[in-house]
């Protein structure tokens, strides 16, 4: 039961992403092409609320669904790292055309040929947790 809210949270991620046209292939390259202020814009609506609602879990103590409290580790500073990260995460997002969080969204409008670029990024993800301890960082 406690899974229907993060089903229903999920279905409003869809919906919003695709009314935004964030899914789509095209708002991503006029994006990385500099044709269009659009993506711009939906980033910086996600940055700025993500910035208010880290606030807002730092001012009122708010707990996770299991009630334990939130805790924001300070990040590391990198700034080699930094790049070099947001650089390969550009070029997979500027090739597919899809960042990771509408994939699923692209899957489900019935582009099954996102389907690759899942498998894709699950693979990534998986290799970075198998070589994690090896890795610098």
Known sequence: ???LKFIFVG???GIVMSK?????WYRIQEMFRFQAFHMYGIIGTAVTLGIL???LIKKFNIKDYAGNPIVIAPKE???VRAIAGGTIFG???ALTGACPGPLFVNLGYGFLTVGIVIIGA???AWLYGYFQD???H
């Open 1 to 3: 039961m406690k899974a």
């Open 11 to 13: 279905i409003i991620f």
């Open 20 to 24: 935004s046209e964030a899914i789509s």
């Open 53 to 55: 609602i880290v606030q």
């Open 77 to 79: 500073k990198g700034f």
């Open 91 to 93: 070029l997979g997002w």
């Open 122 to 124: 699950v693979g990534g």
């Open 134 to 136: 090896k890795l610098p």
